[in-house]
Each structure stands twice: as structure tokens, then as C-alpha cells.
């Protein structure tokens, strides 16, 4: 199964669009990139987290504006992994042969909602009964438990979350489509209030709207699309409890280990030294101490270790594996329900040599994955993408 | 692919419980009927609408209270069609190959919140910021729409409507999982206060608190799990404007007729005359005015012809085909994301003659039909399930 088209709606505060004309800028380039219609596609997924707007429905609206209604249709959910649990879902329609092309979608317009209710709504996206309701726990203090944990158990600090932040930042600079295309230097990002210790304003990933969305093929019929088609290799997914106080240790996501050992497994790939593997990653980095444990729940750094490798420069263009070339959550932004998709959509284009000059990656080994978390671990998927063809399935 | 395992909650007002529990009552079921344990499955789907309640992220919440993280798991919505669209996922789950055993759960707990939010909710469901907010149509009123005119065009009257609401209660008097287990007669419907004219408070079905879950697995596995599994024939699905204004007519539902051509095309089965391939049939009852379309999207009637297979008795037990032998939406209950599992489930228990006398069907021909609505029309399933492995796929 391919990739054959792919579609990226300019991402940040988007009042000048609605729903479904947001979708629509993702929806029109994916279906220009794969050379297909509307009436073409035969099976949508809309990644969608919904709540902030008025609008329940969000797939009928979408598809409806798109002109892809008149076929199998539904919304999927995972939190801020929704968008890849509409490509995981795409890449079922088309696998188990109730379609050959499949598109998944995702979009979040979040900037509807009023602050306040924005920052509440992802509060209750922890443990809502238990710890939001009763201590208050916001999402960015979920992240500031792991952070601190990470830092008093392998001495981490300040400045090298603050690190993950620079380079993610200079790489959004060269992507015109991020929010906040644009450089900091560790001063800002130092100075930057608290917005739950020790995760700064710069630590954190901002409210965005956006919308990004692919096309899926059977390899028949990916064939006959395009001449560069971009395979899927493996699929990962797994869950975890929602409840902090039942989790083992805050120094990494069980669920984003566990989604990485299905993907590495089904790809026929070891998970020591993962990075040898990739070209480039995406990985979930809401807050800056999440990619830091990205670096290690993907293997591609022992456990305490994944600060160091940003750090010593390691996830630039040029280091062990570069990872966030998109810019990442943190500064390409993060549109809930379109953050996984446009995973995908990023790293397709990376492997095709299709982005901006100055953070394309050399492509030299053709392949490239993407790690998704939803919540605080509550869902991940883990994506593994290349150029050849997967031996097996 | 086989339906291995199957649960189901009391459908009501379920103040007694929280989400989880609920949900609960309905996989622990569906787990004893398949002879497995939690960690045996493979792939959870949780269909639910939400918007009710304080809980944001449903599918985690309900797949921890059972025991059902650390493996892929994910929410899915289609409006009312929520629950089918998680039987269809997880039939593709399996299909794919993404997993073996594969579980779908529907729930729904919409008396959280209170009465004028759900009306105001399920309002919203229709083409929210035009018709909604414009002309203040509710859900009731859409369907009034359909009635007014399949009643203008055809000739049925306000009693061959009332004809569904007092089989449906029939049938749900013997279901002990019913919300209203309970017989009415003529007078009691037609002297019901009006809702959206012609439509009657007995025309409507209720706001209900409910639960139900299948087990799927592959054709290899299920055998060794059970002697009698229940075969998936065929799903097919489709999806239509939500926009009531671009309809080409007001007397049938176009994506639920292309949900059934899909679904009888893929089961080998002709369209007309369908009802002669069935022992039983669940329909999308939400108003009986849609038990009616059903009957001819399905093609057990002639277009305009539906009302009089219910006016006829043929729709009962010894007729042309037994239609909602549960109690339908109208009785049974609809909670939204629950509704399309609980026609699989009941279906399930037909053929395998596992529900209550007075309400099982004749099994003579070992197949069944599901058919449910999302919205107007705005989303669609059909499934087809029977005791005989289809043949083809």
C-alpha cells in the first residue's frame, strides 16, 4: 500500500476559513498530488477531536464541501493521535479490500473556542474525573510531571528541553505553511514565563487550526497512479491507562513503546539503534521533554540518553537522525485531529524531495517514520514509510 | 470473518452507572460469549457520539475500566451510525490483517446531560449553522419533513405510522433489554401530544443510556473459538448531504440505498425483493416514518409501497420479514453510538435462536439484515450476516 497523494492546509490561526473550506485547502492539493477526483476516492476517514465548535458532525460537513460524500464516510478519535488513527484506518479500508483508494483526513480548528475553554477541554483530555476535576492537573502539567521526573532521574535541564525548541523552531523558519515560521535563540526560549514548572511558554506547542490529508492506494492501482509512489512499511498502535497515578515511571509513553515494537516488527526492522534506519522522523513533541522521550521510546537513544542527542546537535540535518523538519508541534503547530496526517503528508514529501531547500533531508536510506501520541500516552501510533517497496506485507 | 461474541446492556435511564460501567455491562458479555480474555483482543473501536458528558476522550476511558489498553484502540463516529461504522472498522481490522480478534463496542449516555442540551444536540446534527441556526430545525423536524411528504405523495396516514410504534413496543415487551418493555395500542399513539406534525411522541424514539459489543475474528480463528459463529457476509456504507435543501426527494434516504446496493453486490444478493434472502431485518426506526423508508431503501417494499407491509402485518413474525423483533429505536432505546452494535448483537442472537420467545424469529434461510442511518441520511450502513460462510470473500 502507497501514499499516492498528499495535501497540507497552511497551519496557525485560521479565522478566515471555515471547517470545511480549512479542510478543503488539504483535501484539493492531496487529490492534485494523486492526479484523482473526488468520485475517485472510495472510502474517508476524517480525523477530527472536535468540542470546540458548534459543528458536531465534522466529517459529513467536510466531505460534503469537498464533494466526497456518496461513499463510505466516518469520523475517527484518538486525541491529538486522531490523524493517524485516520491513516491507520485508511490503510484498513484499503487492506482489507473494501477499497483500493482510500483518503484520510484530518483538521482541528480550534482557535473557535475561546482560550480558556481550549486550555480546559485539554484538561479533561487527562484523567477528567480524577485529576483534572479534583487537582486541577492541566495538560501541560501532565508533560511537567514527566518533565521533571526525567530531569531529577537522568540530568536533564532547562536548557536542553529549551534545545529541542531551537532547533524545531529554525526548521519551521523554512516551512512557509508552520505557525511560527520563524527563529529562537535559548535567551527567548529561557526567558519565556512558566506555564507549568519547569515547561516554559517555548517548551509548550500552540492552539492551531489546520488541516492536512493523503491518499491511500492498493499497490495495484498505486502503480498505475504515479511513478513515485511512497509505501507504507508498517503500522504500529497501542493504549494506555489515562490515570497518571497507575503509571509505572514519567521517563517515557508505554504506549508509544509499545505502538514502536508493532511497527518495528511488522516493518522486519530491530529496535536498538532504530535510528539507522530513517532518513527522517516526526515525532510528537506537544511539549519539548515529549520529544526527548520520543528519541527513546523509538530507540534511537538509550534510555537517559535522549537529551543528549539533541544536545550534541544529533536531530539536525546532518546528526544521527533529523527529526522535526517540519518544525514539528511545537512550531509548525499542532491542529489536534491534523497532526498525524500531516506527519505523513511531511514525510512523504521529505522522502520524494519535495520540501523547502534547507531542511530536506538527504535521502540516502528511503525510509521515514512518524510517532504520534495522543494524550499523555492514552493512544500512540508509530508509521514507518519508504521509498521500496516492504518485503512481506 | 465471524461474529464470535456478543454483549449488550439494559438500555434505559442508566443514572446507576458512569460510562465505563456501562460499557462494561456489554464487553464482559461479549467477552463470556466468545471464551475470551481481555488481553485476547487484539483491536478495540469504540463508536460514540459524545458532546453529553464531561468525558472528552471516551475510548480510553471505557477500554481501561475493562482491561482493554495496551493495544490499538481508537474512537469512531458516523452520527447514529457510529456503531456500525465501529462493527465495519473492526470487520476491516481483521480483514487487513492488523489484527486477528477484533472488538467493537457502542455506547452512549446521553441523560447526562440535560433534556433541552440533547435536543439542542441532536439538533445541531442536521446542517447545523443553516437549517439549525436559521430555521431552528430539530431532529424531529427533519423527519416530520420526510413524513409530510411520503405521506402527500403516497397516501399514508398518521395510524400506518402509529402501525411501526405498536410492533415495536410489541416486540420490545418480550426484550427485557428494552427501554420501554411494553405494549401500546392505536389510541395510546395517536392520541400522543405532537412532536414535529405529523410525528407523535410515539412516533419518536427516546433518549437512552446504552451499551453493546462484538467480538470479530477471522475465519480461522473463529472456528477454533466457537461451533456457531454468525458470518459477515457483506458491509457496505455510504454517506449523503447533510444539507436538506440539495435532496432530490423527501420520501427515501439515498445513502442508505447506496449502502444497501453496496452491501448486496458485495453478498451476491439481487436488490429487488430483497426480503426473501431473510429470516429477520434491524432497521433505523428513529421516527417510524424511517422504518418505512427502510423497508424500500432495502428493497422488502416498492417505492411508495412500505407502509402497507407494516399495515399488511408483514413486517411481524409469519410475515414477509419480521422487522425490529428487538423493539427497534422506537422501544429498545437509541443511544446513538450503541445503536448500530445492538442490531448486530440481536441479529447475532437470532440466528442463533438465543433470544426470548415471542420474539425469535423462524431461521430458515440463516441470513439476517442490519441497516442503520446516521443523521438524515447523512451517513449509512448495511450489514449482512448469516449462518453459512459467504462465499467469495
Given at each position: 500500500m502507497a501514499v499516492v497523494g498528499y495535501g497540507h492546509s497552511k497551519f496557525g490561526v485560521r479565522n478566515d476559513v471555515n471547517m470545511a473550506e480549512l479542510a478543503y485547502e488539504a483535501i484539493k492539493e492531496a487529490l492534485e498530488t494523486a492526479n484523482l477526483e473526488p468520485k475517485d476516492i472510495e472510502h474517508v476517514t476524517v480525523a477530527n477531536a472536535g468540542g470546540w465548535s458548534s459543528e458536531?458532525?465534522?466529517?459529513?460537513?467536510?466531505?460534503?464541501?469537498?464533494?466526497?460524500?456518496d461513499k463510505p464516510l466516518h469520523r475517527v478519535e484518538a486525541a491529538c493521535a486522531s490523524g493517524s488513527s485516520a491513516?491507520?484506518?485508511?490503510?484498513?479500508?484499503?487492506?482489507s479490500g473494501q477499497a483500493d483508494i482510500a483518503m484520510a483526513v484530518g483538521l482541528e480548528k480550534m482557535n473557535e473556542s475561546p482560550t480558556p475553554t481550549v486550555v480546559e477541554f485539554i484538561g479533561r483530555a487527562g484523567n477528567y474525573f480524577w485529576e483534572f476535576q479534583n487537582f486541577g492537573l492541566t495538560f501541560p502539567g501532565y508533560y511537567a510531571l514527566y518533565a521533571t521526573a526525567y530531569m531529577s532521574r537522568y540530568g536533564a535541564t532547562e536548557e536542553d528541553m529549551c534545545q529541542v525548541a531551537i532547533k524545531n523552531h529554525y526548521y519551521a523558519s523554512m516551512n512557509p505553511r508552520a505557525q511560527f515560521p520563524r527563529r529562537i535563540d535559548m535567551e527567548t526560549c529561557m526567558k519565556s514565563r512558566y506555564i507549568a514548572w519547569p515547561l516554559k511558554l517555548y517548551d509548550s506547542s500552540p492552539i492551531t487550526d489546520g488541516a492536512a490529508a493523503v491518499v491511500l492506494?492498493?499497490?495495484?492501482?498505486?502503480?498505475?497512479?504515479?511513478?513515485?509512489?511512497v509505501w507504507i512499511h508498517a503500522i504500529g498502535s497501542s493504549s494506555g491507562t489515562a490515570n497518571l497515578s497507575k503509571r509505572d515511571n514519567f521517563t517515557?509513553?508505554?504506549?508509544?513503546?509499545?505502538?514502536?515494537?508493532?511497527?518495528?516488527?511488522?516493518?522486519?526492522?530491530?529496535?536498538?539503534?532504530?535510528?539507522?534506519?530513517?532518513?527522517?522522523?516526526?515525532?510528537?513533541?506537544?511539549?519539548?521533554?515529549?520529544?526527548?522521550m520520543a528519541y527513546e521510546d523509538l530507540g534511537f537513544a538509550k534510555r537517559g540518553e535522549g537529551y543528549k542527542l539533541v544536545k550534541e546537535g544529533q536531530t539536525y540535518i546532518g546528526g544521527l537522525i533529523p527529526v522535526n523538519l517540519s518544525g514539528g508541534l511545537k512550531a509548525k503547530g499542532h491542529p489536534i485531529g491534523a497532526t498525524g496526517v500531516s506527519m505523513v503528508v511531511e514525510?512523504?514529501?521529505?522522502?520524494?524531495?519535495?520540501?523547502?531547500?534547507?531542511?530536506?533531508?538527504?535521502?540516502?536510506k528511503g525510509m521515514a517514520i512518524a510517532h504520534n501520541v495522543g494524550g499523555t500516552g492514552h493512544y500512540a501510533y508509530v508509521t514507518i514509510l519508504g521509498l521500496e517497496k516492504p518485503r512481506g506485507r
Amino acid at each position: 500500500m502507497a501514499v499516492v497523494g498528499y495535501g497540507h492546509s497552511k497551519f496557525g490561526v485560521r479565522n478566515d476559513v471555515n471547517m470545511a473550506e480549512l479542510a478543503y485547502e488539504a483535501i484539493k492539493e492531496a487529490l492534485e498530488t494523486a492526479n484523482l477526483e473526488p468520485k475517485d476516492i472510495e472510502h474517508v476517514t476524517v480525523a477530527n477531536a472536535g468540542g470546540w465548535s458548534s459543528e458536531p458532525l465534522p466529517a459529513v460537513v467536510v466531505a460534503e464541501y469537498a464533494g466526497l460524500t456518496d461513499k463510505p464516510l466516518h469520523r475517527v478519535e484518538a486525541a491529538c493521535a486522531s490523524g493517524s488513527s485516520a491513516v491507520a484506518t485508511a490503510y484498513m479500508a484499503v487492506a482489507s479490500g473494501q477499497a483500493d483508494i482510500a483518503m484520510a483526513v484530518g483538521l482541528e480548528k480550534m482557535n473557535e473556542s475561546p482560550t480558556p475553554t481550549v486550555v480546559e477541554f485539554i484538561g479533561r483530555a487527562g484523567n477528567y474525573f480524577w485529576e483534572f476535576q479534583n487537582f486541577g492537573l492541566t495538560f501541560p502539567g501532565y508533560y511537567a510531571l514527566y518533565a521533571t521526573a526525567y530531569m531529577s532521574r537522568y540530568g536533564a535541564t532547562e536548557e536542553d528541553m529549551c534545545q529541542v525548541a531551537i532547533k524545531n523552531h529554525y526548521y519551521a523558519s523554512m516551512n512557509p505553511r508552520a505557525q511560527f515560521p520563524r527563529r529562537i535563540d535559548m535567551e527567548t526560549c529561557m526567558k519565556s514565563r512558566y506555564i507549568a514548572w519547569p515547561l516554559k511558554l517555548y517548551d509548550s506547542s500552540p492552539i492551531t487550526d489546520g488541516a492536512a490529508a493523503v491518499v491511500l492506494a492498493s499497490e495495484e492501482v498505486a502503480k498505475k497512479l504515479t511513478d513515485s509512489p511512497v509505501w507504507i512499511h508498517a503500522i504500529g498502535s497501542s493504549s494506555g491507562t489515562a490515570n497518571l497515578s497507575k503509571r509505572d515511571n514519567f521517563t517515557g509513553l508505554r504506549a508509544a513503546q509499545l505502538a514502536a515494537q508493532m511497527a518495528y516488527k511488522r516493518a522486519g526492522l530491530e529496535a536498538e539503534n532504530a535510528a539507522r534506519y530513517f532518513d527522517a522522523a516526526e515525532v510528537h513533541d506537544c511539549f519539548t521533554i515529549a520529544e526527548i522521550m520520543a528519541y527513546e521510546d523509538l530507540g534511537f537513544a538509550k534510555r537517559g540518553e535522549g537529551y543528549k542527542l539533541v544536545k550534541e546537535g544529533q536531530t539536525y540535518i546532518g546528526g544521527l537522525i533529523p527529526v522535526n523538519l517540519s518544525g514539528g508541534l511545537k512550531a509548525k503547530g499542532h491542529p489536534i485531529g491534523a497532526t498525524g496526517v500531516s506527519m505523513v503528508v511531511e514525510l512523504t514529501k521529505q522522502l520524494l524531495h519535495k520540501v523547502e531547500p534547507g531542511r530536506q533531508a538527504p535521502i540516502k536510506k528511503g525510509m521515514a517514520i512518524a510517532h504520534n501520541v495522543g494524550g499523555t500516552g492514552h493512544y500512540a501510533y508509530v508509521t514507518i514509510l519508504g521509498l521500496e517497496k516492504p518485503r512481506g506485507r
